[in-house]
């Protein structure tokens, strides 16, 4: 039998992985079935399982690709968080996210709300998330400190509690976006610049 190359087997990868993500918005993670998936992928049984032996091997898989996507797209904006006022760097962050996660057929931020839910129950992915959301909110922080010491917070303001609240704010657009899907990026951005500025709304 011929050997696939690498780009073959990850291409295999990504067809898996987006016919699971159009059934678990679709079914969700429990119904969702790997017959489902494989006969949504176009491949043969034999193939999915040979990537991915069992349903709980392929959530993880796709939690983790979307986790790993989703930090690149982010860190271009981490990185350039000192430059960036607060409201403009939580408008930024929300575009990105709203950016990455909607697809054809189906949507990230909708899937997230499945994920949460099941890494309440499964330990290797609730571990998993719990580096990555500890790693995201360790870099909020730093922009915090940053904006600290530029003056744009308070001289006694608390770095660490401010990362908390804009982890908050950006975790919240996700489940708002799923469910109500009447948030925008921007609508983030003119909230954090209405209370920064004690009250005044821009209504602009």
Known sequence: ?????????????????EAAWTNF????????????????????AGAVYSYYPSKEDLIFAAVTSSLSG????????LESASQLPPDQFVGKIAEAISAFTA??????????LLGWSEAQRNERLRETMQTFYRIFRDRLTE?????????????????????????AEILGF??????????E????AKGIRALMSAGAIDTS
């Open 103 to 112: 697809r054809d057929g189906y949507d990230l931020k909708r899937i997230a």
């Open 174 to 183: 996700v489940v708002q976006a799923a469910i109500l899907g009447e948030v």
């Open 25 to 44: 918005q679709r079914r969700g993670l429990h119904a969702t079935t790997m017959d489902d998936i494989i006969r949504t992928s176009g491949l043969s």
């Open 70 to 77: 989703l930090r690149l797209r982010l860190e271009p904006i």
């Open 143 to 167: 922009a915090a400190e940053n904006w600290r010491q530029a003056g744009v917070l308070r001289e006694r303001a608390s770095a660490r509690d401010v990362a908390k609240v804009i982890l």
């Open 185 to 188: 990026p921007k609508h983030l």
């Open 1 to 17: 039998m011929p050997k696939i190359s690498d780009a073959k087997r990850d291409a295999r990868r990504a067809q898996i992985l």
